[in-house]
């Protein structure tokens, strides 16, 4: 049976943005946001670069 798929919050958003910051590796911010790596690289995407949580919070759904 598939886990279900958890969802990045403004929270994890803002934490994803402080980690990037501090050259984090992906993998690493995956596993501290409880995610797939996939999942980050496509938040990175719709944050920008540099990534923005206020930008990737206003493009969510878009």
Not at 8 to 15: A, E, L, S
Not at 20 to 28: A, E, F, G, I, M
Request: proline share 3%.
């Amino acid at each position: 049976m598939r886990k279900k798929a958890k969802s990045i919050t403004w929270k994890d958003r803002q934490r994803i943005e402080l980690l990037l910051k501090v050259d984090l590796p992906v993998t690493q911010i995956a596993a501290d946001i409880g995610v797939t790596r996939g999942a980050i690289y496509q938040e990175i995407t719709r944050g920008g670069q540099p990534y923005s949580a206020d930008l990737a919070q206003k493009n969510v759904g878009a």
